[in-house]
C-alpha cells in the first residue's frame, strides 16, 4: 500500500512538474493561440516560405540534407524560373538580404539590372517628345541586363555550401519531366496573352494551339532545360559569355535591342550596405538603392514611432489616416532624392535620421488629410547623422535568414523569350524615368536622379527586409506589388510589433496604399464602411484596390518558427520541419 502511494505521488509530482512545463513554454512562446482566428504554419528546424509550392518543397528539401539557408534560397530562386515564369526568372534581377548568424553579419546584394552601353536618355520618345510606352514596356528596347543568374551564383558560392549543381537540380526536373498546369498559372497566361502571342517563340512555348495548356496537363520547358544545363555545368560564364549570351545577342541585334556581348561580360552583382534602422527596440535591416524600398521603409517606420499606433487601433480610420499621411510623405522624396548610388548622391543619412522624421512629422495634421500637390518638397540633406515581382523568405536551424525580391517587372516581362534559351526576357528599363514628372506603369513619378543612362541601374520598390531583435533573427518578409511594396512590408511591421499580431493574421489583415501621386488611398477589401467615411471627412480621396502584394514571412520567437504565405494568390506555400 505504502508502494502504491509512492508511486501516485511520483506520478502526480511528474504530472504536476510536465503541466507546468508546458504552460510556461506556451507563456513564452504559444504554439496555439485561442484568441487568434488564423494560424501560421510552426516548425523549429528550418521554413521556407515562397509564392509556388514545388519550389517551396525543393527549397525544404535542401534543407533537411543541412544546406543553409543560402543554399536554399538559390535554389528556390532557381526553381521559380520554371514554375513561376511570370515573376520568378533568370532573365531578370533582384535584391537579396541576407543574415549570418555565425558572426551576425546583415548582408545587402544588388543583382538588379542596368541599362545597356548604348542607352541612352530620350530613347522612349517619340518625335513629339512624348513617352511611348510600347518601346519602353513591350520592345527589345525595353529589355535591362539580366542579373538574377550572377547574383544567386555569387550568393551561392560566397555564403553557400552546396554545389551550382545541387541547387539546380531540381530546377532542370521541373524543366526537363514538367509540372502540372494549376488554375494559377494557366489564368496567368491568359492575362499574359496580348504581349506573350506577339513574340512568335513565346506563342509557340506558352499557346500551342493558340491556347494555354490546360489545367492537369504536364507544362515541360526542354529549351530552358537545356540552359539550366550549361549554368550548372559553366557557372555565370554559360550566361555572360557562352552559349546563352551568344543567343541573346543576336536576338537583340535582329530585333532593334541594345543589349551587346560586352554588356552581358561586364555585369557584376554587387554587395552594398544595408540601410538599418530601429523601431521600437526591433533592429531593421533592408535594401539601400538603387532600391527605394529600406530608404523609405525606415523612414516611415521614423515618423510613426512617435505616435501611439497601439492606442489608436489596428486599421482604424486614425491609425490609417496616420499612416496613409507619412507614405505620401515618404514617396514624395522617393520622386525627388531616389536613384544608383553609382552615378547620383542619394541623401541616405538625412533621409533615414530621425531629425528629419521629427521634421516631417510635424507636417502632418491629425485631423485631416494635406493634399498631395501642397507636400512641398523637403530638403533632407540638412538633416544628415512589378505587380508581377515575386518574394521569398528562408530560415534555417543555425538562425541564417535570407530575404529575397526578384523580378520581371511586368507578368511574364516583355513577353519575349529568346530563341532556343527558354529564357524570357524583362522589361525593367520601364523602371527609369523617360521623361521627368510623367508616371511609369505605376504612375510612379520621378525626376532627374532616375533617368536613363549607361550601365545605370534603375530604380526600384522592391523591399526584402529582415528585421532583428537581440541580435536574433526575427522576422523575415518581403512582397511583389510594384509601387506597393514598399507600404506592404511597412504594415506587415506594424501589425507584428504594434498590434502583437502573430505572421499569419499579420499577413491576412486587409491593406491600404498611398503613394504622393496621384492623390489616391487606395483601400482593400475588409476596412469597413464606417472607417471609410471617417477617412472620406478627414479629406481622403478613396478608391477600391485589387489585392495589394503577396507576403512570404517567417517570424522566429524563442526556438520556434511561424511562416505563412499570404492568401492574397493562389499556388504559394510555406513549409518547415
Known sequence: MVKVKKIYLWILTATLVLIIGVEYSFSQSPIYDTKSIIHPVVATDGMVSSQEKLSTQAGLQVLKEGGNAIDAAVTVGFALAVTLPRAGNIGGGGFMIIHRAENNENIALDYREKAPLKATRDMFLNEKGDVDNNKSRFSHLAVGVPGTVAGLIFALEKYGTISLERALQPAIELAEKGFPVTLDFYESLEFARKSLQQNSVSQSLFFPNNNPPVVGSIFQQPELAHSLKLIAQQGKKAFYEGEIATNIVKEMEANGGLISLDDLKK?????????????????????????????????????????????????TANTIHLMAETMKLAYADRAKYLGDPDFISVPIEGLISEKYADFLRLQIDQKKAIPSEKISLNNPHNFRESYETTHYSVVDKNGNAVSNTYTLNFSYGTGITVPNTGILLNNEMDDFVAKPGIGNAYNLTGGEFNAIAPEKRMLSSMTPTIVMKDDQVFLVTGSPGGSTIINTVLQIIVNVIDFDMNIAEATVSPRFHHQWLPDKLLLERGINQDTRQLLEEKGHNLTDSNAIGSTQSIMKVDNSLYGFSDTRRREALTLGF
Do not use: T
Open 267 to 315: 555585369y557584376e552583382p554587387k554587395i552594398r550596405n544595408s540601410i538599418e534602422g530601429e523601431y521600437h527596440g526591433y533592429k531593421i535591416y533592408s535594401m539601400p538603392p538603387p532600391s527605394s524600398g529600406g530608404v523609405h521603409l525606415v523612414q516611415m517606420l521614423n515618423i510613426l514611432e512617435s505616435f501611439d499606433l497601439k492606442k489608436l487601433g489596428q486599421n
